[in-house]
């Protein structure tokens, strides 16, 4: 069976980024959430973020929430923010893949990957 995860990694600091709100959009035939999640304190969802009959092939969305974690942080930061909501769209065409969508997150700059 396939699975979605991710990992949030401050880089700025150092450190996971715990406590950070994220969404997960489905975007094919319209646009639905399919589920909230917020990260603990490794800076990752406790389980997967879409698995078992729920998981399928097609085009998704997750809609990190960095403004507000980065607020929390007692960073200096501009205002506005450089970065608030950073969405990542992907497609799954794996029935049975790992999709691992990691972001590594600054105030000013952001990176993912399909990781493993």
């Keep these: 069976m396939g699975r979605l995860t991710t990992h949030v990694l401050d880089t700025a600091l150092g450190r996971p980024a715990e406590g950070l709100a ?3 959009w489905a975007l094919d035939g319209g646009t639905r959430l399919v589920s909230s999640h917020v990260t603990n304190a490794d800076g990752r969802i406790d389980g997967p973020i879409l698995s078992g009959d729920g998981f399928a092939c ?3 969305e997750l809609r990190f929430a960095a403004g507000d974690y980065l607020r ?3 960073q200096a930061l501009p205002d ?8 990542i769209r992907f497609g799954i065409a ?13 105030p000013f ?3 993912t990957y399909r990781g493993s």
């Design 58 to 60: 097609g085009t998704y």
């Design 109 to 111: 700059g952001y990176s």
């Design 22 to 24: 994220i969404e997960l």
């Design 80 to 87: 506005p923010l450089f970065l608030d909501l950073i969405p």
């Design 72 to 74: 929390k942080t007692g």
């Design 94 to 106: 794996e029935q049975d893949g790992h999709y691992h969508v990691p972001l590594l997150l600054s």
